[in-house]
């Protein structure tokens, strides 16, 4: 528990008899920990997030900030007492005072002379210093991001609480922001929960991953665990794009499939549903009188290839680097290159 930053237990939420938009989660933060709660619209994400904040009350569960109960049945302790900065997606700034101003306001822990010059170094760094003395209506929507983005972290809280912080950026400033970011928080000792629906964002910004869905977490983990092994159908095709394949397994990690012997990432039994990425899944030119796969389209991406291949009624993705030239309509031989995924079964699970 010393470790932990933010601790949540069972927390539940219904704003109405249409059921809980967020159904009993349940996670932990550790200390100078950038954790990111990733999901579709809707699935509940930044209702958790408001709760933490203390900007909702809960219905059920608990809340912990550095081992302090902040909500709970019969305990709320408001935004103001909860020591954490927020970041969420109306900006929120004060419209009379300059960017600078903005940013100084928070800064009430040091003497008032240092104050615009310390807040005038974090503006820089979020790439502003040319618009410090613009009020908000003089700033485009990712400038003000970036100014609400300074504020927030300026005072150093211990915890940041960040909605869709990168949204109104284009692609180039977004991933700088998200390294200027990620490198202050780190710096500085802060720990972060980042709300993103962005996978590549959660991804590439966070230490972990809770996959959000419904209102439930279908998964927590490493970036490299949620994406190399999903645990549901939900998770693999949140994550980017997959294959999906039914198999029957005999106990051991090897399956028949279509497209040969497969090996899988562990032991399972019966009827099995598995998924396999596409840079997972090789491709190379057909040998003649072997079974074939034909490839049915082609996307060209620059620094890899999509391949679509029909093989026995199925179609997969292939990314391969972009070396491996194949045409459409050419016959290929498909094989997988890393063992297959094994998720977790649920009644409704179907392959799209
Ligand atoms: P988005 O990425 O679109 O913001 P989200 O995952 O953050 O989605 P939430 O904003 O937490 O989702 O909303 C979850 C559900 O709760 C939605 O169906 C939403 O309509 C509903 N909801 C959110 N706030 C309220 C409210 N104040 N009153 C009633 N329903 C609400």
């Known amino acids: 528990m010393s470790h932990s930053m933010v601790h949540i237990q069972d927390l539940s939420k219904a704003f109405d008899e249409s059921g809980c ?3 009993g989660v349940s996670f932990e933060v550790k200390q100078n920990e950038i954790f990111a709660l990733l999901g579709p619209s809707g699935c509940g994400k930044t209702t958790t997030l408001r709760l ?13 900030i550095q081992g302090k109960l902040v909500e709970a049945h019969r305990v709320h302790v408001p935004p103001q007492d909860r020591g954490v900065g927020f970041v969420f997606q109306d900006y929120a700034l004060f419209p009379h005072m300059t960017a600078l101003e903005n940013v100084a306001f ?6 008032r002379k240092k104050r615009l010059v310390f807040a005038e170094e974090v503006l820089c760094r979020t790439g502003m210093e040319q618009y ?3 009020t908000p209506d003089e700033l485009s929507g990712g400038q003000q991001q970036r100014v609400a983005l300074a504020r927030a972290i300026a005072p150093k809280p211990k ?3 960040m909605d869709e912080p990168f949204s109104g950026l284009d692609a180039m400033l977004r991933d700088s922001m998200r390294k200027e970011v990620r490198e202050i928080l780190k710096k500085s000792g802060m720990s972060a929960i980042l709300v993103t629906h962005d996978q590549e964002e959660a991804l590439s910004f966070a230490d972990r991953v809770a996959v959000m869905n419904n209102g439930k977490i279908e998964q927590i983990g ?7 092994k999903p645990k549901t159908q939900f998770v693999a095709q949140f994550l980017g794009r997959t294959n999906l394949f039914r198999a029957y397994a005999d106990g051991k990690e090897l399956v028949d499939t279509h497209f040969g012997e497969v090996r899988l990432d562990e032991q399972a039994e019966g009827l099995i549903l598995c998924s396999i990425r596409p840079e997972h899944l090789g491709i190379d030119k057909a040998i003649h009188g072997q079974e074939n796969a034909i490839i049915v389209g082609r996307e060209f991406r620059g620094h890899d290839i999509t391949y679509h291949v029909l093989f026995k009624g199925d179609r997969y993705i292939v990314h391969t680097d972009n070396r491996k030239l194949f045409e459409v309509d050419e016959k290929v031989i498909m094989k997988p290159l890393e063992p297959a995924v094994v998720l977790q079964q649920s009644k409704t699970a179907k392959i799209d």
């Open 132 to 134: 410090k003395h613009r």
């Open 106 to 111: 928070g800064l009430k822990d040091i003497p």
């Open 222 to 228: 490493t970036p490299e665990d949620v994406y190399y």
């Open 159 to 161: 915890l940041v609480l």
């Open 52 to 64: 933490i904040a203390g900007f909702e009350y809960s219905d059920n569960g608990e809340i912990s």
């Open 21 to 23: 938009v967020v159904d």
